[in-house]
């Protein structure tokens, strides 16, 4: 069965840190381009980051930038993103999707469910 499961959502203070973790089963995330996707309540979904796998490259929202890093450790099926000095407009859910290709563009394929990431004092 193909799925993407993410990870490592909670609860934040302003200024802390959280690392998600996208795992993939039943399919080899190698060939894809992978992206980290958000939506607030109320709002729309918006993309945070992308990993290419045809040569690593990265891209952010201006949003992140500086802030998130995204990564993939192809030998455990996984793409992660670090995400550093979260600010309580960071809060929503993330979702992880595989982009139809091995770049970061074109249409999305899998999608994961979404973990909730809450930025508050």
């Known amino acids: 069965q193909v799925q993407l499961v993410e990870s490592g959502g909670g609860l934040v203070q302003p200024g802390g840190s959280l690392r998600l973790s996208c795992a993939a089963s039943g399919f080899t995330l190698d060939y894809y381009a992978i992206g980290w996707f958000r939506q607030a309540p109320g709002k729309e979904r918006e993309g945070v980051s992308c990993?290419?796998?045809?040569?690593?490259?990265?891209y952010y929202a201006d949003s992140v930038k500086g802030r998130f890093t995204i990564s993939r450790d192809n030998a455990k099926n996984t793409v992660y993103l670090q995400m550093n000095s979260l600010k309580p407009e960071d809060t929503a859910v993330y979702y992880c999707a595989t982009y139809v290709g091995s770049s970061c563009s074109g249409g999305m394929d899998y999608w994961g469910k979404g973990t909730l990431v809450t930025v508050s004092s």
């Open positions: 990993i290419s796998s045809s040569d690593g490259s990265t």
